[in-house]
């Protein structure tokens, strides 16, 4: 008797494993990065003074499966330190209709995709330096997005249901946000085929806040790009800019344009400036914040080496500052 249960019971494992098999594939693909980063900050402020050295490691799976003659995927990238969720997407491809895409973290979706599109051979030229891009977008948490291409325009709108929110797990609600309570909608429209070497597009996001005590009127950004290639050179301009919010509040106004020379197919060099003006009220003086950069990338198979030296000069909406940051990269993808 106890024979046949185990035959039993084999026989169910081995139509699930079966079952699994045909609904769909897993597949699971990871990174390693070892860094170097030098920071120099100004008399006004504190300059970095612990360990250059840092490390991080993420795993990163993807399933998909055939529902109905739809595609539906599963992406979710894991800290392997921490053992938790960075960021995950749940997406349902349905062909010519478009697709449709729940994000947890991702990023990138509807006019934040574009935010600042100035090629680069690496990071920006405001990475890792105060002030950022500038820009209010659409966030990345609990964000839906449709898209798709049409004639040749490919075209994309997000509505983040909770601005600033954090992850919100299955079968619960999730907190308002910390700093701005309200949703945000968005989209996209960009092209890359009308002229060869050509790509371009424009985008608007506006965040409908609720409450009014922290701020006093919706918040709009507009953005645009254009980014040309000819042989192994790629330069391109991006402009911004976000209005709205707390009573007397700046509007931001970014531009920012990117050259990269590929030397070859494995070695890349980039140029980049991006620049932010605090457009005060009426009776203050307006403020800027200027970032130059410089990046090196050089792959090797799975292994590439990035070096990047990002610095500033100018001021933000609170203070008056420089930063010199430089990192040095080496990934290991497996």
Do not use: C
């Amino acid at each position: 008797m106890n024979n046949l249960k185990k035959i039993g019971v084999s026989a169910l494992a081995g139509s699930l494993v079966a079952f699994a098999a045909n609904a769909g594939e897993l597949s699971v693909s990871g990174s390693a990065n070892l860094t170097y980063t030098a920071e120099d900050l100004d008399e006004a402020n504190s300059n970095s003074t612990g360990n250059p050295f840092g490390s991080a490691s993420d795993l990163s799976f993807n399933g998909s499966g055939d529902v109905n003659g739809m595609t539906v995927s599963f992406f979710a990238a894991i800290d392997a330190g921490g053992g938790a969720y960075a960021s995950n997407s749940f997406n349902v491809d349905m062909g010519d209709m478009g697709k449709i895409k729940f994000d947890q973290g991702t990023g990138g979706n509807g006019a934040a995709a574009i935010d600042d599109k100035s090629p680069t051979a690496w990071e920006e030229s405001w990475d890792g330096i105060a002030a950022g891009v500038g820009l209010t977008m659409t966030g990345s948490q609990n964000v839906f997005e449709y898209s798709n291409t049409v004639a040749g325009f490919g075209i994309a709108a997000a509505w983040d249901t909770e601005i600033d929110d954090s992850r919100t797990a299955d079968g619960v609600t999730g907190a308002p946000g910390t700093s701005i309570d309200g949703s945000n909608t968005s989209f996209r429209i960009t092209n890359a085929t009308l002229v060869d070497g050509l790509d371009f597009g424009v985008g608007m996001s506006e965040t409908d806040v609720k409450d009014g005590t922290s701020t006093s009127t919706d918040i709009e950004t507009v953005v645009g790009y254009a980014n040309y290639t000819v042989g192994p050179v790629t330069l391109g301009y991006t402009q911004g800019e976000t209005s709205g919010g707390a009573a007397g509040h700046d509007m931001h106004q970014m531009e920012a344009f990117g050259i990269v020379f590929a030397v070859n197919e494995n070695l890349s060099v980039s140029f980049n400036n991006h620049e932010v003006t605090y457009a005060k009220t009426s009776g203050n003086v307006d403020q800027s914040s200027d970032k130059d950069g410089i990046a090196v990338a050089y792959s090797m198979g799975g292994a590439s080496v990035k070096v990047q030296q990002n610095n500033t000069d100018g001021s933000s909406t609170s203070n008056t500052y420089s930063e010199d940051r430089t990192e040095v990269n080496l990934s290991l993808a497996f």
